[in-house]
């Protein structure tokens, strides 16, 4: 028997009270159901923090219509399977909702509670689908993007530290912007840096500092992005990623580089949002201060998403973070480095803003074996252990 704790999760929306009251009777038994009564309570309702397994919309419906609606939900809830209810609807409104809204079934009214409760099973069915594909398909890639992690962190750990600066201030930015594939943005920001193993130690030095390139070295740094699409493509479902790589140099003017048409929101999101975090990373570079960092992106707004440079504002990381110096021995993995870490003869072991791995835990111990030893204390963000956001996989559309 069904118990209330694992009964799918249903939300029917519509305009008639009585017949969401009516439809909720005939469902309780098989289907935890939650109603709303018009578009915007819907959208509402899917602001919970518990998914919903099947959306279910009627039609005909004052201000927002179902197609609009279950267009709105499949990006508010992309892995809720999308039903359509309906009474009062012509061959190319069923059509214009199917598309719009990727809707899974529809229904004609009136509809027989049997009928109804079947095709909500097959859509828990499809829901359920979904998931486990995303769930799959996240540990197959995190898997590939923390083993690529690995090889950069060991090739060149001031570009690993670069991505892993960047990640936090990405992550920070897509908690207060929705994204849909929020997961395709992330992994483009931490892979990003793959490219940077293609170039010369002394460009890849200068990169670091900040320090002027030559035209050049410019240009193989402008090349980078395409180094790391190849690096990711033979990744399978890594091509949203290699697209918002591949933008990344874009502004949202439509400046930069491809050299395309391009601009503005047709710009990948993942493709802006590394716009905007790779240019605060190098402003930090050259020694700038949080605030002023930000005060420059400002004055070059034409190059950024204003939503997400408005988002970017409200985070912390554009504020400066306090930090405190730790000994080798009470490091911990998740730790942020807020100043290089350097031998006690001065030299570079790793650069800030590297989160703390157990590889690079292994790496500082081995160092701090040596006559050389590690210079401390260690300066680490005042933010106890940061955890890593896990990206979130893409996933079939019910």
């Given amino acids: ?58 039609f005909l419906m004052p201000g927002i ?10 990006k508010a809830a992309p892995t809720s399977t999308r039903m359509l209810l309906t009474g009062h609807t012509s061959l190319a409104d069923a059509a214009v909702t199917v598309n719009q809204g990727r809707v899974f079934r529809m229904l004609l009214k009136p509809v027989d509670t049997e009928t109804m409760t079947a095709a909500l099973r097959d859509c828990v069915n499809q829901h359920r689908l979904v998931v486990s594909e995303r769930e799959l398909l996240e540990q197959t890639l995190q898997g590939s993007v923390k083993a690529l992690s690995d090889v950069l962190s060991l090739a060149s750990p001031a570009a690993f530290g670069r991505a892993a600066r960047m990640r936090r201030v990405a992550s920070a930015i897509l908690d207060k912007v929705p994204a849909e594939d929020r997961w395709a943005a992330e992994l483009a920001v931490e892979m990003a840096q793959l490219g940077i193993v293609s170039l010369p130690p002394t460009v890849a030095g200068k990169l670091d500092a900040g320090a002027e390139l030559t035209p050049a070295e410019q240009a193989m740094v402008d090349h980078l992005p395409a180094v790391a699409e190849q690096l990711i493509a033979p990744i399978p479902r890594m091509a ?94 998740g730790m942020v480095l807020a100043a290089a870490v ?5 030299v570079l072991l790793v650069n800030a803003g590297q989160e703390v791995t157990v590889g690079l835990l292994t790496r500082l111990r081995n160092f701090a074996a040596l006559e050389d030893g590690v210079a401390e204390p260690l300066m680490i963000l005042d933010e106890a252990v940061v955890s890593p956001r896990a990206a979130t996989a893409p996933a079939a559309t019910g």
């Fill in 240 to 333: 949203p990623v290699a697209e918002c790589i591949h933008y990344s140099r874009k502004g949202f003017d439509g400046s930069g580089t491809p050299g395309d048409a391009t601009a503005g929101e047709r710009i990948p999101f993942g493709g802006r949002l590394l716009r905007l975090v790779q240019d605060h990373d190098a402003l930090l570079l050259q020694g700038m201060s949080p605030t002023v960092a930000l005060a420059t992106l400002r004055t070059n707004a034409r190059l950024y998403d204003p939503a997400l440079l408005e988002a970017f504002a409200a985070t912390a990381a554009a504020s400066a973070e306090s930090i405190r110096g730790v000994m080798l021995t009470d490091l911990q993995s």
């Fill in 342 to 346: 350097r031998s006690r003869s001065d």
């Fill in 1 to 58: 028997m069904t118990t209330a704790v694992d009964k799918p999760r249903i939300l029917l929306v519509d305009d008639e009270p009585h017949l969401l009251d009516g439809l909720r009777r005939q469902l309780r038994r098989d289907f935890t159901v939650e109603t709303a009564v018009g578009a915007a309570n819907g959208l509402f309702a899917l602001k919970a923090d518990t998914p919903f397994a099947v959306i279910v919309s009627d």
């Fill in 65 to 74: 219509n179902g197609a609009e609606f279950l267009a709105a939900a499949a």
